[in-house]
């Protein structure tokens, strides 16, 4: 099977990844919404300890924290003002973290966080985590890209859920995840494999 070219090395944007530093963390949808229920993704609970991990690491870099939720309404899976909808204690905002809130995959449309990422002097490199990969974490990395910034999707901390297809055969979320990520990396952004990836030895 060949391998084509990415779209990023055709257009010479390169993969190389940020400085924790130097970017700004964007933690997106890790609510308790993913946790359990008709929404619990495979694989939420490795990737919102990874997910603990990083923000840690932002924190201990002295990186820029936005947290980023996703807004369904009273009485749904997406409650922010219900337990279900809050963002997981694991990784909860601290110190006055801004929280913006959207109620479309692309986080940037529709609300304030452009405005947020200019007001606390952020740069053009971004770090995206959460859930879900295929679904908010791609058209966030999509609009950010869009935008000018430059995403990088860190892998181990994103996480899906198994779909049917068009034809009605299942779509693992292995296989989502894989191909969510691969499509993120063909033009969006780099990816980083894991939290490791971007803290210096």
Known sequence: MTVSTSLRELSGLGNELPRLADATLIMIDFQNTYRRGVMALDGAEPALAAGARLLVAARAAGSRVVHVVNDGGEGTPYDIRAEIGAISAEVAPAGGEPVVVKRFPNAFHETGLEKTLRDLGAGSELVLAGFMTHMCVTFTAQGAFNLGYR????????????????????????VLQTAALTTIGDLFGPIAPSVGDLIPV
């Open 151 to 174: 995403p990088t999707v860190v892998a181990e901390a994103t996480a899906t859920r198994s779909l049917a297809s068009p034809d009605g055969s299942a779509v693992p979320s292995a």
